[in-house]
């Protein structure tokens, strides 16, 4: 049976106003969790807390013994003035390795290694003398998908991964994800897209006026699962 990693009890997003309440879930090794709602529904908030970046109002959040967040891999949404970042590729996947050098002076064999490791597989070894400003759009979420690969020891945390991309490029990004899932990363991704999610995630959260939480095959049997499917894609689409 697989391990939890992270445990998420009965918790509340939101400051002056809640966003969000009575979410519970858990995550284990090797799951790729989805989390899926209506915009404003809560589920960036909600990953940022899990992150460490936000504080929930109420609940709690565990991690098990044999991860911390120093070990989660996160790649938020980009901001336009991140997207014209004037770092080398190899500077940028190369930072997602801080966490592990500390207050070293220097990253090490190890880490140096990771990068490499990480920008082969991501397909991007031969962009790491290019300027990060210069990419395109899919090439920059590789180029940060590495870097959060670099961090990532057993889960990694991705905030609508695709957004902006095209048709093409928002699949090969879905196959990177998958790749990564099936070497054993755990994935908890918050997804706009319902068809992916669906068609890629061992788990489902959503997040509304009715929560649920649970396989991806009881989410499709589910009430919850069913209304909102119909509102973003036919039944054809999904079985595409």
Not at 56 to 77: A, H, M, W, Y
Not at 208 to 217: A, D, V, Y
Not at 219 to 236: H, M, N, P, Q, V
């Amino acid at each position: 049976m697989a391990d939890t990693l992270i445990k998420c009890e009965d918790l509340t997003l939101g400051y002056d106003k809640i966003i969000a309440e009575n979410i519970s879930f858990e995550l284990k090794a090797g799951d790729y969790l989805c989390v899926v709602g209506a915009n404003g529904a809560g589920k960036s908030t909600l990953i940022k807390s899990v992150a460490g970046l936000r504080k929930v109002t109420k609940g709690n959040i565990i991690f098990s013994d044999g991860i911390t967040r120093k070990e989660i891999g996160f790649l938020p949404q980009q901001t336009e003035a991140q997207k014209d970042f004037p770092a080398s590729v190899w500077e940028i996947v190369l930072s997602g390795c801080q966490t592990r050098k500390g207050l070293r002076p220097f990253y090490n064999k190890a880490e140096r290694a990771s990068v490499r490791e990480n920008m082969e597989l991501m397909g991007i070894s031969e962009l790491a003398k290019r300027s990060y400003r210069s990419l395109s759009g899919g090439q920059q979420q590789r180029v940060l998908l590495a870097r959060a690969m670099c961090a990532a020891q057993k889960l990694i945390i991705l905030d609508e991964p695709v957004t902006g991309l095209d048709p093409v490029v928002t699949e090969q990004m879905y196959s990177l994800i998958e790749k990564l899932n099936k070497k054993g990363m755990a994935v908890l991704m918050v997804s706009h897209d319902i068809r992916a999610a669906v068609k890629y995630a061992s788990h489902i959260l959503h997040i509304g006026e009715t929560s649920f939480f649970g396989t991806t095959e009881e989410y499709l049997k589910s009430d919850t699962g069913r209304k909102f499917i119909e509102t973003g894609s036919s039944a054809a689409q999904l079985q595409a």
